[in-house]
């Protein structure tokens, strides 16, 4: 897929429980190692056997950091941040590709990816890439869709410009010293498969009660019918290969929205939201990046 002179791709993620949790990462990590020339993972200390299921995997290109995560850090997810920029900050790649431990990239989209990163690497108005989302929500034979999903995200930046990640979700470049931006950016012709909210329910309340921690909030009990319908649609599309047996074992599939939910405030707006999107073809959700190209 790649030659000697096309720009080198570093992929990079940071994990923690990740079994304890229930995160796809091992079928998350594989799914890239094709397309990337290394894998850095910031491995937090923790206890179950997550490091030793990456060292299993059992590739070079593979390179672990052991970190300790800040405990007292419980503002706005910045610990995240912290710790996917231990990872970035290691890359040694043209381009850094961030792939959360529970988002996956299809095999038959790797080759739009690597001509995405050919066609505009010699462009610096071109600093990150932009990816469809696909959220699948409940099972995977559902996907969110209302505009509180983030519809589009960049997941791969050019490694050689300032940035950071402010709550660990997307970067702001920083080449006016006191002032972030949004990264100006292009689309990659491609998607990324989430699968968070597939899990099975005890494992997305443990991820939950752990997350609550970094963001000074309780967490809420989990139940996935507790969501407004239309904001769901069907999926009938195939998953990467590399995710059939974690699907099969790992993921619930007695899914169906609550019918006596009463929406919540943030849903009514969203539902608004919707129906203005269908009315005048309007996309808002929001966006960390600008498209340029």
């Known amino acids: 897929m790649q030659k000697a002179t096309d720009p080198s791709i570093s992929g990079f993620t940071f994990l923690r429980n990740g079994v304890k949790l229930g995160f796809p990462f091992e079928a998350s990590v594989r799914s890239l190692l094709p397309l990337v020339d290394e894998f850095v993972i910031a491995v937090g200390r923790g206890d179950d056997d997550t490091r030793e299921r990456l060292m299993a995997i059992g590739d070079p290109k593979i390179r672990l950091i052991d970190t300790i995560w800040n405990e007292r850090m419980s503002e706005r997810g910045f610990v995240y941040a912290q710790q996917k920029m231990i990872a970035q900050y290691a890359c040694t790649g043209d381009w850094a590709f961030y792939l959360e431990g529970d988002e996956v990239v299809h095999e038959a989209e790797l080759g739009a990816i690597r001509e995405a990163v050919n066609r ?26 209302s505009p509180a999903w983030y519809r589009r995200e960049c997941r791969l930046i050019r490694n050689t410009i300032r940035t950071y990640a402010p709550d660990g979700q997307f970067w702001v470049v920083m080449d006016q010293h006191r ?45 996935y019918g507790n969501i407004d319908p239309q904001s769901l649609k069907p999926y009938a599309g195939e998953h990467p290969a590399v995710m059939a047996a974690w699907l099969s074992t790992e993921a619930e599939h007695h899914f169906a929205p609550n019918p006596d939910h009463p929406l919540t405030r943030r849903e ?26």
């Open 179 to 223: 002032r972030g931006r949004h990264p100006r950016a292009a689309l990659a012709n491609a998607h990324i498969y989430h699968y968070g909210h597939v899990r099975r329910t005890d494992y997305m309340q443990a991820k939950m009660d752990q997350v609550s921690k970094y963001w000074s909030h309780g967490a809420p009990k989990v139940h």
């Open 268 to 293: 009514k707006k969203h539902r608004l939201s919707m129906q203005l999107e269908r009315w005048f073809g309007w996309d808002l959700s929001r966006k960390h990046y600008r498209l340029v190209g």
């Open 120 to 145: 505009h690497h010699a462009n610096p108005q071109i600093e990150a890439l932009v990816f469809d989302y696909l959220h699948f929500y409940g099972s995977p034979h559902w996907l969110a869709v």
